[in-house]
């Protein structure tokens, strides 16, 4: 009993060598799976972001041929904002970014070698009432729309009849 088979040993330490080596094989698998899974949520979470980026509807390109913001009573000269700019033969928009504090009308002249526009802009505000609460969007009122017949150069003045602290951005755009 006391005595120890030679052979007892050296299977004991080869099944210890085989264990050894069998539990870093269980190790490597269980981070390969782990690794898998990790793999696998970011291959889907590129598919979903792809797919939502995709999804995202292209806005038009805008060409602004002419833009101001009218926020600096130092922009004025006299009280009356002008500037000159080059515009292609085609039609345009005029659009407005006004607030409560905008000025209430807006005088717009376009002057040029064979063209000519006015109009007196009137801001409107229109309520929208939402269950308990209440708010007011603004638009200008006016013949937004022009129509230019050859390539030219624009004067543009802009009064806004004394009222030089309201802001406004204006700009001109290709239709």
């Given at each position: 009993?006391?005595?120890?088979?030679?052979?007892?040993?050296?299977?004991?330490?080869?099944?210890?060598?085989?264990?050894?080596?069998?539990?870093?094989?269980?190790?490597?698998?269980?981070?390969?799976?782990?690794?898998?899974?990790?793999?696998?949520?970011?291959?889907?979470?590129?598919v979903i972001s792809v797919g939502i980026w995709a999804?995202?509807?292209?806005?038009?390109?805008?060409?602004?041929?002419?833009?101001?913001?009218?926020?600096?009573?130092?922009?004025?000269?006299?009280?009356?904002?002008?500037?000159?700019?080059?515009?292609?033969?085609?039609?345009?928009?005029?659009?407005?970014?006004?607030?409560?504090?905008?000025?209430?009308?807006?005088?717009?002249?376009?002057?040029?070698?064979?063209?000519?526009?006015?109009?007196?802009?009137?801001?409107?505000?229109?309520?929208?009432?939402?269950?308990?609460?209440?708010?007011?969007?603004?638009?200008?009122?006016?013949?937004?729309?022009?129509?230019?017949?050859?390539?030219?150069?624009?004067?543009?003045?802009?009064d806004p009849h004394q009222n030089i602290i309201g802001?406004?951005?204006?700009?001109?755009?290709?239709?």
């Open positions: 009993m006391g005595r120890i088979d030679k052979n007892f040993k050296q299977d004991t330490s080869h099944n210890y060598g085989n264990f050894f080596i069998l539990r870093l094989l269980a190790d490597f698998e269980v981070q390969m799976r782990n690794s898998l899974g990790i793999f696998i949520v970011i291959a889907i979470s590129v999804s995202i509807p292209v806005l038009p390109e805008v060409n602004t041929v002419f833009h101001v913001t009218l926020a600096d009573p130092k922009l004025y000269e006299d009280g009356v904002y002008s500037n000159t700019f080059k515009i292609k033969k085609g039609a345009y928009v005029f659009r407005f970014v006004p607030s409560g504090d905008s000025p209430r009308t807006l005088t717009i002249l376009l002057n040029g070698k064979n063209f000519h526009f006015f109009e007196d802009f009137v801001l409107k505000g229109i309520l929208h009432e939402m269950g308990i609460s209440e708010f007011f969007t603004w638009e200008y009122e006016g013949e937004n729309r022009i129509k230019v017949t050859e390539d030219t150069e624009l004067k543009i003045t802009i802001p406004v951005s204006i700009e001109l755009i290709e239709e």
